[in-house]
Nanobody
């Protein structure tokens, strides 16, 4: 059973930074993409950023120029450096890893709270 384990969430003041980390408990051999979603109560899940095995990245407009995704898809690790955090970034952040054709794995989530 593959588990994705996240860490790095917490409480930070607006303008501060946090770095999220995610690693798979066992090797996912066919992963071609990993990334992060976020969700806060009352809102839909939002794709924050992802990175493919070719190295290309994708960001939500709301986090461009503030967040940086990095990782090693072959080693099933992904990171999210979050800078200039805003109260609207408050959410639970979930790591994911695609494993075609079998589906997608998700982590349990790590909570990020940004105070104003």
């Amino acid at each position: 059973q593959v588990r994705l384990v996240e860490s790095g969430g917490g409480l930070v003041q607006a303008g501060g930074s946090l770095r999220l980390s995610c690693a798979a408990s066992t090797r996912i051999r066919s992963t071609n993409k990993m990334g992060w979603y976020r969700q806060d109560p009352g809102n839909q899940r939002e794709l924050v950023a992802d990175i493919s095995d070719g190295g290309s990245t994708n960001y939500a407009d709301s986090v461009k120029d503030r967040f940086i995704i990095s990782g090693d898809i072959d080693r099933n690790t992904v990171y999210l450096q979050m800078n200039n955090l805003k109260p609207e970034d408050t959410a639970v952040y979930f790591c994911f890893a695609n494993d075609p054709p079998w589906g997608t794995y998700y982590g349990q989530g790590t909570k990020v709270t940004v105070s104003s």
